[in-house]
């Protein structure tokens, strides 16, 4: 079974699970999908470093903890950018539910994207997605 096996069978056991910081966020989402494509999460150290009491840390507390001005130089420390979204990639987008750091991370499908809602996971084209990231 290869990664995208492993990521559609992670995606199917999480699709309706709704969003609840420090256990199912975007970020613990999209570093479990890299845990299940690739048997480690691509920030397995950031987890919880950016709660506080379960409450999500402000823009200048992030930067702060991080030690980055964005989130693209955060993300920088961690993956590689690339020009293509392909399928497993980490992605980010403005054009949903943006938190603190200006962006929602997700996983490209391929031609889709998917991003965690609320409810359960959201799916927008790739053509909503600001930068796509690989591991290096």
């Known amino acids: 079974m290869g990664p995208k096996d492993r990521l559609n069978i992670y995606l199917e056991n999480i ?3 709704p969003f609840e910081w420090g256990v199912h ?3 613990t989402f999209t570093n ?3 845990r299940a494509m690739y048997g480690r999460g691509y920030a397995d150290d950031w987890m919880g470093l950016y709660l506080q ?3 999500p ?3 200048d507390e992030l930067r702060k903890v991080f030690r980055a001005s964005t989130i693209e130089a955060g993300l ?3 993956l590689v950018k690339s020009d293509i979204a392909t399928h497993g990639c980490l992605v980010t987008t403005k054009k949903y539910h943006r938190w603190w750091t200006g962006v929602a991370l997700g ?3 391929g031609s889709r994207c998917v991003f965690l809602g609320k409810e359960g996971l959201v799916k927008l084209n790739i053509e909503d997605i600001e930068s ?3 591991l290096g």
């Open 15 to 17: 699709s309706g699970i």
């Open 25 to 27: 966020d975007c970020f």
């Open 32 to 34: 479990n999908a890299f």
């Open 53 to 55: 009491d379960g409450t």
């Open 57 to 59: 840390l402000r823009r």
């Open 76 to 78: 920088s420390k961690k």
């Open 107 to 109: 996983i490209s499908l």
């Open 132 to 134: 796509a990231w690989v």
